[in-house]
């Protein structure tokens, strides 16, 4: 298993960027068309991206605004990240320039680390264009699914 690691300055207020991450409807407007999370332990997480593949698992830890942690994976049985088999741990820092963000997820193996390394940099990059106010648009990943360890290993 390998760790991804992801740091972003964000030009935003920590608070704002910690309701981005924490609220229905702030993370349709850059992370996914649907998205439903019950801010509390044990809570559901779950969002759909527009080409229709599904995140699910728990909240396990909210700090506001200063950190969120959660279960992760996906309901694509072929992906083979099961619902809630890995966790994402989100860190924000206030700074001169705004906030500092800081994502670990663990428990991922090889090339599946890759890919949602890939992943989060580019939904990290949507958040910090939502984060400024800004529109990040519609998402380029719309016709592309997340790719399965048997694809990855073809590549």
Same mark, same amino acid.
């Given at each position: 298993?390998?760790?991804?690691?992801?740091?972003?300055? &964000?030009?935003?207020?920590?608070?704002?960027?910690?309701?981005?991450? #924490?609220?229905?409807?702030?993370?349709?407007?850059?992370?996914?068309?649907?998205?439903?999370?019950?801010?509390? /332990?044990?809570?559901? %997480?779950?969002?759909?991206?527009?080409?229709?593949?599904?995140? /699910?698992?728990? %909240?396990? @830890?909210?700090?506001?605004?200063?950190?969120?942690?959660? #279960?992760? +994976?996906?309901?694509?049985?072929?992906?083979?990240?099961?619902? +809630? /088999? #890995? !966790?994402? @741990? &989100?860190?924000?820092?206030? !700074?001169?320039?705004? #906030?500092?963000?800081?994502?670990?997820?663990?428990?991922? =193996?090889?090339?599946?680390?890759?890919?949602? =390394?890939? +992943?989060?940099?580019?939904?990290? /990059?949507?958040?910090?264009?939502? =984060?400024?106010?800004?529109?990040?648009?519609?998402?380029?990943?719309?016709?592309?699914?997340?790719? !399965?360890?048997? @694809?990855?290993?073809?590549?």
């Amino acid at each position: 298993m390998r760790l991804v690691v992801k740091e972003i300055v &964000i030009d935003a207020p920590v608070a704002l960027v910690y309701d981005l991450l #924490t609220s229905p409807l702030m993370l349709v407007r850059w992370l996914a068309d649907d998205a439903d999370i019950d801010p509390r /332990s044990g809570g559901v %997480v779950r969002w759909r991206h527009a080409n229709g593949d599904v995140c /699910s698992g728990q %909240v396990v @830890e909210l700090i506001p605004p200063r950190r969120v942690v959660f #279960t992760y +994976g996906w309901e694509r049985v072929d992906v083979q990240v099961p619902p +809630g /088999s #890995t !966790t994402v @741990e &989100i860190d924000l820092v206030a !700074t001169p320039a705004g #906030t500092r963000l800081r994502l670990v997820h663990h428990g991922l =193996a090889g090339p599946m680390a890759d890919a949602h =390394a890939g +992943g989060w940099a580019h939904y990290l /990059s949507r958040l910090a264009i939502a =984060a400024s106010g800004a529109d990040p648009g519609p998402d380029p990943f719309v016709n592309q699914r997340v790719p !399965t360890p048997d @694809e990855l290993a073809r590549r």
